[in-house]
């Protein structure tokens, strides 16, 4: 293994190679990326500024500070996977104790190894970090094995961070047995404990899929289990601190530290129910573009995704991607939130979602959750896609929740029955593809839901063109459950809907087929709290809807 160590460690061809392409991104990350960089300039990286240090030894991380207090309080974070790299991430909190370090630049060390005793060593790299980035760390770690586990962890003067364990996509050719997710979204801090990341952690997952809502910026009274540090965030610092609040959380850390995250992100990132560039109190955009790009910027410091804002344009920030599971399966992370057309029919006082009836403007072709570039890049890989199970992640619920009413059926304008043409169109590009196996995987609305999609929701004479799990979420408090039983009522295409409590769904898939296990407990989620499984829903390959497992 020393020979491989020798051979793994950077030469200064590296060096150059790594400081003139900061993220170490190879020409087939970069390939994967090229569309999309082609249709906007939204993709630079953040993480340029971000220097890997020519020259630097271990010797020099060693010789960094001799901290008062563990700067490695918030853990490490692994994500974005692909067959030869992930991105492995932390970031120095550093204490009042040791504030005399907080002004100069840092230089950390990250190692990874081949096994869990951290006895064989793969690579590793030194970057430097600083203030201007709230001493966080981004580290494309590449040239690894397709379909295997690596460990890693960091090193700055005289402390080393917790061990954590990834996980590379298989090939992208090679036949796979079966792709195992652990499907998660909404985690209020003050609503509930983190029980479900608790046994996620234990559990063997190839990654963990979040859907949006990792932070919450607001507060209800009514239900808190434990308190936000601060108000609502508005600034870059309020956004960081918030951030560092939920990485505090012990099995929220262990759940990171435990295998890759694949994410997206939803509203409360930012703010409840923003559409592009416009919040619920109709700011000013330019005012509110502001903000986001503040948030948008303390999203990225914490998270494992290899782009952070466009430096030209820091309020854009792509998140959308795709990613392979060898022949088994195409996944594709949407953004529902960035690019949207902003809410149809809205009330002029108060902005955001809300339910109407005989709202024509949501006929609207013009109108998009995904905005079009979004789209033009989404629908034709989606219809080329030769993968056996085609997955749609996204942040919220796809099939519809209306209700009838005297005049009319009512629809939520936040979701997806907010973009009735949208979701068709994108429903149609799998018909006229004649895909089968696609399954959509959602988050957002606090419940778990298993649904049929048809181009036309809830009419047995269009046919079922794709299926959608909805999984509940970590904490966040969900709907009553009468209302809940009236949207049942009126949509036979959701074949369950609970809301009651919290968990993740764990996604088995397989060539012949999907099984979703949902895992659950009462509201709220207790410290102590065990989860149980509340439903399983399989879908078999080649046979559309979902049935009862
Ligand atoms: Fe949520």
Redesign the pocket.
């Known amino acids: 293994m020393a020979r491989r160590w020798m051979e793994a460690r950077m030469s200064d061809a590296d060096f150059l190679n790594t400081t003139n392409n900061p993220h170490g991104l190879t020409r087939r990350d970069w390939g994967r990326r090229a569309l999309a960089l082609a249709l906007a300039s939204w993709s630079l990286p953040m993480a340029q500024a971000q220097m890997s240090v020519q020259g630097a030894s271990s010797a020099d991380a060693a010789k960094g500070p001799r901290w008062q207090t563990d700067p490695f309080g918030l853990g490490v974070a692994s994500g974005q996977p692909l067959p030869d790299s992930v991105v492995l991430w932390t970031r120095l909190l550093i204490a009042e104790a040791d504030a005399a370090h907080k002004a100069q630049p840092q230089t950390v060390l990250c190692e990874v190894f081949a096994d869990e005793a951290l006895r064989q060593p793969v690579r590793q790299w030194w970057v430097q970090t600083d203030a201007s980035r709230a001493h966080s760390v981004h580290v494309i770690a590449s040239g690894l094995q397709a379909g295997r586990s690596y460990w890693y962890r960091f090193v700055s003067g005289s402390a080393t961070s917790p061990v954590g364990r990834t996980r590379t996509c298989p090939g992208d050719n090679d036949k796979v047995a079966q792709l195992r997710i652990a499907q998660t979204?909404?985690q209020?801090f003050e609503q509930g404990y983190y029980v479900a990341h608790r046994e996620i952690a234990k559990r063997d997952v190839d990654f963990v899929l979040f859907l949006?809502?990792y932070i919450?910026e607001s507060s209800n009274p009514r239900y808190m289990v434990r308190k936000h540090i601060g108000g609502v965030p508005q600034t870059l610092d309020e956004y960081r601190q918030r951030h560092a609040q939920y990485k505090g959380d012990a099995d929220l850390q262990a759940c990171h530290a435990a295998h890759p995250w694949v994410m997206t992100w939803?509203d409360?990132e930012v703010v409840n129910d923003y559409a592009n560039d416009q919040d619920m109190k109709y700011t000013d955009p330019q005012v509110f573009l502001r903000r986001r790009a503040a948030a948008y910027r303390a999203y990225f410091e914490h998270m494992p995704v290899r782009l952070g804002p466009d430096p030209a344009q820091p309020h854009q920030m792509r998140i959308h991607d795709q990613m392979r599971w060898g022949q088994l399966a195409d996944i594709w992370t949407l953004d529902c939130r960035q690019y949207r057309s902003h809410h149809a029919c809205p009330d002029p006082n108060r902005g955001g979602g809300r339910v109407v009836v005989g709202c024509t403007e949501l006929r609207d072709a013009e109108r998009s959750m995904l905005g079009s570039a979004q789209e033009q890049w989404l629908y034709p890989s989606l219809a080329q896609s030769t993968r056996r199970w085609k997955l749609v992640a996204q942040s919220t619920q796809m099939s519809s929740s209306g209700i009838a009413t005297p005049q009319g059926r009512s629809s939520f304008t936040d979701g997806w029955d907010g973009y009735p043409v949208a979701r068709e169109r994108f429903l149609n590009t799998i018909a006229q593809a004649q895909l089968k196996d696609v399954l959509v995987l959602g988050?957002?609305v606090?419940m778990n839901v298993a649904a049929n999609l048809r181009v036309r929701p809830n009419d047995d004479k269009s046919p079922i063109v794709a299926s959608e799990i909805v999984t509940t979420?970590i904490s966040?408090r969900g709907m009553s459950e009468t209302l809940l039983a009236h949207i049942r009522d009126n949509n036979p295409d959701i074949v369950h809907a609970r809301s009651d409590e919290r968990g993740y769904t764990f996604v088995q898939v397989q060539p012949s087929g999907v099984l979703a296990q949902m895992r659950t407990t009462p509201h709220p989620a207790m410290e102590g709290s065990r989860l149980q499984t509340q439903a399983q829903w399989a879908l078999a390959s080649g046979v559309p809807g979902l049935v009862k497992a």
Request: aromatic share 8%; charged share 25%; net charge negative.
């Open positions: 979204s909404c209020h949006g809502d919450y939803d409360h988050g957002d606090h979420s966040s």
